[in-house]
């Protein structure tokens, strides 16, 4: 009979640690070998994440993969949240790349999309953030992980500091699955503030030559939030807020969920709604929302990632955001994203296009953007179990009276009618279609699908889909607040009407919300300065967005 060899994987790492040796003291590496660690750790084939999140990004350790040699170096599988540095495409242009598996694409969004209209790339998926995270422990385990950290010690031992984000996802899988771990750290000290990752999970520990790169993007300047955005956010906070008494959210990015976090402390307050609504969060700490923190609205906060300039408020504030005894905030996108799809009673967020279904998806013709979380986010917890008022009602209407009663999350979309270049954002058809035809996908890249939202806000009004008893009812709610789109225009008139006197379709004047009072004036900063003022000069934000 013949013996079976149950640790293959590990028998193989010890082989790539062993070709690594040469370059080695003990877990530290010099950054000068760190071309030679990559060809000697990474074989053809290998399942690789480079970690790169909303913010966070493993960049030092994605311009020296882009240096190893292709012949080497070659048909990878890469396994990551966010496709953002110029390194990520760069590494499949060169051909090293065979597969990707990612949840979000930024600024690679046009790139990637050419890539894959030539036949350079195949997609595996396009996946949300925690759906990809539990594929890391299922079929999708990385076999090398290049990942960053604020800091390591002599031992190896990380600081993740407040942008924790996706680390301990990515490092949990790989090391406990026979893989490899390689840190890129800003510093190497003798003392950690705290220990965030244990240095027997990490195998290689590089300081950079220079900071690993930080998105600020959260960051929304007031002074560029327009008096529609003002209104809609006067529309979500009277007619959907305050109705639902929404206490536990999570805002998307943009400067539509920007307007609502400045209206809280003025028309939220002058509403009578403190302590009603809005108290605890699942968000990223926005500048934006200084003021409604500052003036008492807001209870907790836990965070996906931080954001660059709110290190020092965060940690002043540590009945607000989850804090470590070192100070400073602890972030982790994976138990965040849970707490979004589980323990939130709404979510609400901004998209490129939507369907008469009420399909959404940022994916158009020429950009494949992906999702992010929003899919987790925007979803009806079918798991959920426990009981709230918003979550009950949003049911009912849903549902109905049926025998079993069951609570709905509320998932809105709040846009304008147009984007910008006056593209219409309500279509008849996604081009998600015609994306899935090009890249061979077996599903449309949607972001959130029709029977998971609840409520879409645009200049026009609120429509409450919940309460649309028909298909036909639900596609003339959307086209009723669709505006001068071609969707829009092409409504039946008599419906519209009919489902504006049920209050399916609200406009502003039915909420007795005047046009003309939606004014900047509003805004509780309108500045990038307001926000620094308003904090006591703790937010110090990026130079991109000073103009003092």
Known sequence: MTTKCWDTRARNRAERLARAASFTAGRIVSSEHIVALLEAVIEPGDRVCIEGNNQKQADFLARSLVKTDPARVRELHLVQSVLALPEHIDLIERGQVSLIDFSFSGPQANRL?????????????????????????????????????????????????????DTPAIVEATAFKGGIVIAQVNEIVDKLPRVDIPADWVNFVIQAPTPHYIEPLFTRDPALITEIQVLMGMIAIKGLYAEYGITRLNHGIGFDTAAIELLLPTYAADLGLKGKICTHWALNP??????????????????????????????????????????????????????????????????????????????????????????????????RRHASPAWLRAGREGRGNIAMPRGQKLVVQIVETFREHMQPTFVERLDAWDLAATANMELPPVMIYGEDLTHIITEEGIANLLMCTTPQEREQAIRGVAGYTPVGMARDLRMVANLRDRGIIRRPEDLGIRKRDATRDLLAARSIKDLVHISGGLYDPPKQFRNW
Do not use: W
């Open 113 to 165: 999309a050419r890539l894959v209209e030539s036949g350079k790339i195949t997609i595996g998926a396009i996946h949300t953030y925690l759906e990809l995270f539990a594929r890391y422990f299922v079929d999708l385990t990385p076999r090398v992980a290049l990942i960053a950290a604020q800091a390591a010690d002599r031992d190896g031992n990380l600081y993740t500091g407040p942008n924790t984000e």
């Open 286 to 383: 926005h500048p934006t929302l200084i003021p409604a923190i500052e003036a008492g609205f807001v209870e907790s906060v836990h965070s996906f990632g931080s954001e660059v300039g709110m290190e020092r408020y965060t940690a002043a504030r540590p009945d607000i955001f989850f804090v470590g005894q070192d100070g400073s905030m602890r972030s982790n996108r994976a138990f965040c994203q849970a707490a979004g799809h589980y323990a939130c009673d709404l979510f609400i967020g901004s998209t490129l296009q939507i369907d008469l279904q009420g399909n959404s998806s940022t994916a158009t013709k020429g950009r494949i953007a992906g999702f992010g979380g929003a899919p987790n986010m925007g979803a009806d917890a079918r798991g």
